[in-house]
């Protein structure tokens, strides 16, 4: 059975800074192209970071210097650091395992960026 388990959202300032966690059984994470999407309400999910089994890495524009995604294969997480975080960062944040024929959700954390 597959589980991935998100944690590390909350409540953060703006400019503050937060660190996701995606910790997965059931799958090795070093195999499947990983990814973080968010919603915001009345948004559509938007992906907001990937990286792939041989460590490719890219960002929507809207992170880029601001996030960083990271993957350790021994403790079978993949993590979503977030900094300088700002309002429109809000959403729920999701972790999302796939490759070419399958397709794995955690349940989200929600991240809220309000002073």
């Known amino acids: 059975q597959v589980q991935l388990v998100e944690s590390g959202g909350g409540l953060v300032q703006p400019g503050g800074s937060l660190r996701l966690s995606c910790a997965a059984s059931?799958?090795?994470?070093?195999?499947?192209?990983m990814g973080w999407y968010r919603q915001a309400p009345g948004k559509q999910r938007e992906l907001v970071a990937t990286?792939?089994?041989?460590?490719?890495?890219t960002y929507v524009d809207s992170v880029k210097g601001r996030f960083t995604i990271s993957r350790d294969n021994a403790e079978n997480t993949v993590y979503l650091q977030m900094n300088s975080l700002k309002p429109e960062d809000t959403a729920v944040y999701s972790c999302?395992?796939?490759?070419?024929?399958?397709?794995?959700w955690g349940q989200g954390t929600q991240v809220t960026v309000s002073s």
């Open positions: 999302n395992a796939r490759t070419y024929v399958e397709d794995y």
């Open positions: 990286i792939l089994p041989f460590g490719e890495i």
């Open positions: 059931g799958i090795a994470v070093r195999l499947y192209n």
